[in-house]
């Protein structure tokens, strides 16, 4: 029984690993979006407003992973999902940032 514990913890994703996976998916996404936004030659209210429909399904599996890694870590539910939540706000804040300044300077955002 102890073995076949052990076996499984191990083939379980590592909560970081996780982590870092959706927010490379999240990021790239974002990305996609706000060059997308640019092209069309968005407002930065329109661009905003946009953005917290962007990305769905990337940003719910973001937040689900660091809550995951947090309830891991030892945070209780409300505390892991709220840093959750603090941490998708912060990369929208980022990509609104970003987005003004391509904006004030007509320029686009170089591949990646």
Known sequence: ???????????????????????????????????????AKMGEAEYEMSLKGACDTEREAFRAAVTAANRAGGDNA??????????????????TDKFKDYSSTNTMPGDD
Not at 14 to 37: E, I, M, Q
């Open 1 to 39: 029984m102890l073995i076949l514990s052990m076996a499984l913890a191990a083939m379980a994703p590592a909560p970081a690993g996780n982590v870092d996976t959706t927010r490379n998916a999240f990021t790239k996404c974002l990305r996609g979006h706000l060059k997308k936004s640019l092209e």
């Open 78 to 95: 409300t505390d892991a999902a709220d840093n959750a939540e603090m941490q998708v706000e912060d990369y929208h804040a980022g990509f």
